[in-house]
């Protein structure tokens, strides 16, 4: 009687523990989000270490026998008289553009809460820029700037001022970029504090008109403050998308004129793809810096977020 008790112990001891059904189905789910993120993010990038890392050139890229040159590719990049000013501009195109994207974005938000007749049609309206396709937009851009032939000089002269040299001078090559590159971003970040307006609660507006708050105390002291969270994650995504903007700066401007308005974007390209004799190597190298620029300010965003929780 004392024995059969301890015998079933080590039956069960000794046979194998089966995998629940419930494991099984969870793996199988996780299965096509873990093959996509292998196959379009830690392969590509893998690759284009590999890359900054070797001496490619159009030869050994095709045969893929290119030798091992350690971090020469880098060191080329840094010594480049182009990386100052590439660097310059990318900082001054990322921040200026979000800056202006966020204040806009917000002071529409704010201004389409207040739920007149018409707000939900001019919203609709506000998203077309977002909705447009970026060659279409900056296509668009291009034709508005031309010195001759643009609209915004034919408005100047009107005025009586100058035409201006959006895209043929380097002193105003940089903020016509910057400018349709505002204009862009600006639904993005109207959406999405827009939605974040929206889950603040009533109840907390309404106590604060009680207790004699002004609109703009209000705004400062109760919309602001709730809509961190928000702000946080929409100037986090901001800086990511703005850092890689690619498409409209080489549209209309091709970085020029002499790299008045190139980043680190375009100038990996151009050192990629955008000469006869291609130079594989540093504009991978370009391209990894942008990431790690990138990934520098994700984890700046982490850490804040943890003190502001800790607090």
Do not use: C
């Not at 000794?14 to 419930?22: D, E, Q």
């Not at 195109?93 to 049609?121: E, H, K």
């Amino acid at each position: 009687m004392t024995r059969a008790p301890a015998a079933a112990p080590r039956a069960a001891a000794g046979t194998p523990r089966r995998r629940r059904p419930g494991n099984w189905a969870a793996w199988a789910f996780l299965a096509p989000v873990v093959i996509y993120l292998v196959a379009f993010y830690a392969y590509p990038l893998y690759r284009n270490l590999d890359l900054s890392l070797r001496d490619y050139t159009v030869r050994s890229f095709v045969r893929g026998d290119a030798p091992f040159s350690g971090l020469d590719n880098y060191r080329e990049v840094f010594a480049d008289p182009a990386f100052g000013p590439a660097f310059l501009h990318t900082l001054v195109f990322t921040f200026v553009s979000i800056a202006f994207q966020f204040a806009i974005g917000l002071a529409l938000a704010v201004f389409f809460a207040q739920n007149f007749r018409l707000s939900a049609t001019l919203r609709a309206l506000f998203l077309v820029p977002w909705l447009l396709p970026l060659i279409v937009s900056a296509s668009t851009w291009s034709w508005m700037l031309n010195s001759d032939s643009g609209i915004v000089n034919h408005a100047l002269r009107l005025a009586g001022i100058d035409a201006v040299n959006w895209l043929t001078s380097p002193d105003w090559a940089l903020t016509s970029v910057i400018i349709a590159n505002i204009w862009i971003g600006i639904p993005f970040n109207l959406v999405v504090l827009y939605s974040g307006l929206q889950a603040i609660p009533q109840d907390v507006y309404e106590a604060a008109a009680i207790d004699g708050a002004t609109s703009r105390q209000r705004f400062w002291r109760v919309t602001f403050p709730l809509l961190r969270p928000v702000s946080a994650i929409t100037l986090l995504l901001g800086l990511v998308y703005t850092l890689k903007v690619f498409d409209i700066i080489w549209i209309m401007t091709k970085g020029g004129p002499a790299d008045a308005s190139t980043t680190f974007a375009t100038w990996s390209y151009r050192l990629s793809f955008g000469n006869l004799l291609p130079e594989f190597g540093p504009g991978a190298a370009v391209g990894n810096l942008l990431i790690v620029m990138a990934l520098i300010f994700g984890l700046l965003y982490i850490r804040i977020q943890q003190k502001q929780a800790r607090s």
